[in-house]
Antibody, heavy 123, light 111 residues
């Protein structure tokens, strides 16, 4: 079955960096766009970033633009999120999610989602 | 402040129907047929309930339905059951500049 497993979360000081990974299985990873979505404690969902199936186009929320970089390795069926210059407001559970349509360059829908990994930015 | 506006909470008794609204603008909900809805239980990952405004994924109960009129999308749950008590979020594509926007979420309480 389709499965997404995030890893790499943890506690980091303000200004620090962290790289999240999302291991995909059960589907042809290389033909689907992928997203990162986050949820601050007790808050709602926030779309963070999208990468097209072949990595050719990337989109970011204004709140992370210039600090976060989304990437993928289709040979390893793995999605990444490099997070630099972290702030307290980046504290959240980070989910990776597969886009609903093959070869898409827009946000169609998220299905499925991983279980999430918690990032805590604190001194 | 979220880009899409949802009521913070709704409630209903078992067997009743409820509707959750999701109001956006002509730049997101009104421009694209790409509204999706998600159900989330505490401590769990969200689950897709409706995509492309009104389509239901395989395995989702037909008690869940979606619609859209202008800049407002809606999720209706009929025949409420205790297991429907959860948070519900709408999401829309918003063009290549903004890309993705969520509603603030609605907490559904089954009385």
């Amino acid at each position: 079955q389709v499965q997404l497993v995030e890893s790499g979360g943890g506690v980091v000081q303000p200004g620090g960096s962290l790289r999240l990974s999302c291991a995909a299985s059960g589907f042809t990873f290389s033909i689907y766009g992928m997203h990162w979505v986050r949820q601050a404690p007790g808050k709602g969902l926030e779309w963070v970033a999208f990468i097209q199936y072949d990595g050719s186009n990337k989109y970011y929320a204004d709140s992370v633009k210039g600090r976060f970089t989304i990437s993928r390795d289709n040979s390893k069926n793995t999605l990444y999120l490099q997070m630099n210059s972290l702030r307290a407001e980046d504290t959240a559970v980070y989910y990776c999610a597969k886009d609903g349509l093959r070869y898409s360059f827009v946000l169609n829908w998220f299905d499925p989602w991983g279980q999430g990994t918690l990032v805590t930015v604190s001194s | 402040q979220s880009a899409l506006t949802q009521p913070a909470s709704v409630s209903g008794s078992p067997g009743q129907s409820i509707t959750i609204s999701c109001t956006g603008t002509s730049s997101d909900v009104g421009s694209y047929n790409l509204v999706s809805w998600y159900q989330q239980y505490p401590g769990k990952a969200p689950k897709l309930m409706i995509y492309e405004g009104s389509k239901r994924p395989s395995g989702v109960s037909n008690r869940f339905s979606g619609s859209k009129s202008g800049n407002t999308a809606s999720l209706t749950i009929s025949g409420l059951q205790a297991e429907d008590e959860a948070d519900y979020y709408c999401c829309s594509y918003a063009g290549s500049s903004t890309f993705g926007v969520f509603g603030g979420g609605t907490k559904l309480t089954v009385l």
